[in-house]
């Protein structure tokens, strides 16, 4: 990974099993699972249960906003290698969630400042016009990422921090 420029950073849309499969392989080289994926009871690390419920958990995303889970994800592909995964979640009441994350190797580069901006571009193509990140305000790196793009920004009780974008 070249230090001295930025990395080009584009999505693509996870639509099929095999990158679901690309997207798992980068996560466990580097990356831990709690901080790529749901909670599943276990002992630590990247067991076979994760792999299978990470599997699950994307596998059942395939439909996109219209399928059952309602989100939308992309693989972040930086210099065209897997650096994470970026969401879009429609909820019930209408909002959409963005949420992303990153392997531990291209953390702190831009990747995911470029990686929210692309799927703003995304997401107004599927007809969202408003995204809402939900972070918390410890989360520095993410805020950093979200903040050239927010509209509003609120500090909730909680500790948690809305990003409108």
């Known amino acids: 990974m070249p230090a001295t420029r930025p990395p080009v950073v584009r999505l693509q849309p996870i639509d099929d099993a095999s990158l679901v499969d690309v997207v798992l392989a980068a996560a466990v080289a580097d990356a831990p699972p709690e901080e790529v994926m749901p909670p599943v009871p276990g002992p630590p690390g990247w067991s076979e249960a994760r792999r299978d419920a990470f599997r699950a958990h994307h596998l059942a ?5 219209d399928g059952p889970a309602a989100e939308q994800c992309w693989a972040v592909l930086a210099d065209d290698q897997v650096a994470g995964v ?25 990747v995911g400042r470029a990686a929210i901006g692309a799927v703003r571009v995304e997401a107004a193509r599927l007809g969202v016009d408003e995204l809402v990140a939900v972070t918390t305000a410890d989360n520095a790196a993410a805020l950093g990422a979200l903040r050239p793009y927010a509209t509003r920004t609120r500090r909730r009780a909680d500790g948690t921090v809305h990003v409108h974008l």
């Open 86 to 110: 970026v969401r879009v979640q429609r909820h019930p009441d209408g909002r959409h969630e963005v949420g992303i994350w990153l392997t531990n190797g291209w953390r702190g580069r831009g």
């Open 61 to 65: 995303r395939l439909g996109g906003l």
